[in-house]
């Protein structure tokens, strides 16, 4: 279970505090993948984030008894210096600290599964985005966890690395739940049973995900038309002004 009350974010932006969604309340039961859709910027991704506890809401809170994953492919967690391995070592420490027999299990995964070679060893940060992506996705997977937080990662990689993907996250979805962010709507719909919009800082639910897709669509060409709307009547009142001079 996963139960979010009043949570509120923000950010300043030319001095000015932008609210990215206010007293935000919800509640993710234990068995529910969940699709989180909505707009660019509507606050998917940094809700994820805190969730994940990767960022801090400027208040409210987030209670929970699962273990929840960082999001899955996210690249920040690494240090640039260190290769894929040194990292994966790491992170595995944390978890398992001194057992040599897991710690080699976890990158031993994420060397099969990231498959880039001589490229393991070398510095993360000379990496391409597409090794990247690989690795962080290979690590995210090689870890159990009861939620997993996933978002865009079904987009990194070229065609098998993305096949590779969905097959990992779909035996993942066996003893796992979802909360999962893809601008590729469709994908969503075959991993999760419900779905959450985010719009204009706050949150609906939806029992289809096809419906919250519909639902989805509709805002965003009723947003577009009011945004042409609101063109047309300046570029009126501008015309108008150049009349008068």
């Known amino acids: 279970m996963i139960e979010i009350k009043n949570l509120t974010k923000s950010y300043i932006h030319k001095g000015r505090k932008n609210y990215v969604f206010k007293n935000l309340s919800f509640k993710i039961n234990t068995g529910e993948s969940v699709a989180l859709i909505g707009g660019n910027g509507a606050g998917k991704s940094t809700l994820l984030r805190i969730i994940g506890g990767m960022d801090f809401p400027d208040s409210g809170e987030v209670f929970t008894d699962q273990r929840i994953s960082w999001p899955v492919g996210l690249k920040g967690g690494f240090q640039g210096s260190l290769s894929a391995r040194e990292n994966t070592r790491f992170v595995s420490m944390i978890f398992h600290g001194n057992e040599k027999e897991k710690i080699k299990e976890k990158i031993d995964f994420v060397e099969d599964f990231a498959d880039i070679g001589k ?4 510095p993360f940060r000379n990496y391409s985005d597409g090794m990247r992506s690989r690795v962080t996705f290979a690590l995210s997977m090689a870890f159990d966890f009861d939620v ?6 079904s987009a990194a990689g070229d065609f098998i690395f993305r096949e590779k993907c969905k097959k990992a996250l779909k035996k993942k979805l066996i003893t796992s739940d979802f909360l999962m962010v893809n601008h590729n709507l469709w994908t969503l719909k075959p991993l999760c049973q419900k779905a959450f919009l985010l719009f204009n800082g706050e949150i609906t639910q939806f029992d289809s995900v096809k419906d919250a897709i519909k ?10 038309r009011n ?5 047309r009547k300046l570029d009126m009142v501008n015309k ?5 001079i």
């Open 227 to 231: 945004r042409r709307s609101k063109v």
């Open 119 to 122: 490229y393991f060893d070398k």
């Open 240 to 244: 108008n002004k150049r009349k008068t």
């Open 215 to 224: 639902e989805h669509k509709r805002l965003l060409r009723l947003k577009t």
């Open 148 to 153: 997993y937080l996933i978002d865009e990662v």
